[in-house]
């Protein structure tokens, strides 16, 4: 499987518009008149990620997510479009993101994802996917396909190579 370097339909990176006063600042993370139709937050949680740690990378088959970063910390999101059917299908695209450049990522089903932690510090993470976590009363399996169990994997592998050589 070879990746090119690309934009991936139905993937949207939003830079936040920060309101700035004497208190401090103000970002606006969503609102669903600027949300594609299809998708609408179901629930909404935070993590941190130590300095140098990779999260994924994974996809899901029926989940959406809207990841955004304010800080602290900053990360290296990249997404590879595992969808056949997609017009983008094997675009893999880069994005800096965190306190030095805030933003969201709204990444579709079937878009394999992970985000490295780039800063000396810690950072956080907001997470607002269109899918209860295991589903109502958490009573269903986990909708995700994790790449990162398998080091032969192609995601992974390329993840690997690009640390490599970075």
């Not at 306190?99 to 990444?107: E, K, Q, W």
């Amino acid at each position: 499987m070879e990746f090119r370097k690309g934009p991936i339909e139905g993937v949207i990176i939003k830079p936040f518009r920060k309101f700035v006063d004497e208190r401090g600042w103000l970002a606006e993370i969503f609102r669903h008149d600027e949300l594609p139709a299809w998708f609408r937050p179901e629930m909404s949680y935070v993590s941190v990620t130590n300095p140098g740690v990779l999260r994924g990378p994974h996809e899901h088959v029926d989940q959406a997510d809207l990841f955004c970063w304010v800080g602290p910390g900053d990360f290296k999101l990249t997404l590879w479009d595992n969808r056949p059917e997609s017009p983008t299908y094997l675009n893999r695209m880069e994005v800096a993101m965190g306190v030095n450049n805030p933003g969201s990522a709204l990444i579709p089903k079937g878009v394999v994802h992970c985000y490295r932690c780039i800063s000396a510090e810690s950072g956080l993470v907001i997470n607002c996917p269109d899918r209860l976590f295991m589903g109502e009363g958490k009573a269903h399996p986990i909708d995700e396909i994790r790449h990162e169990d398998d080091p032969e994997n192609p995601f992974v592998k390329d993840e690997r190579a690009r640390r490599v050589h970075a």
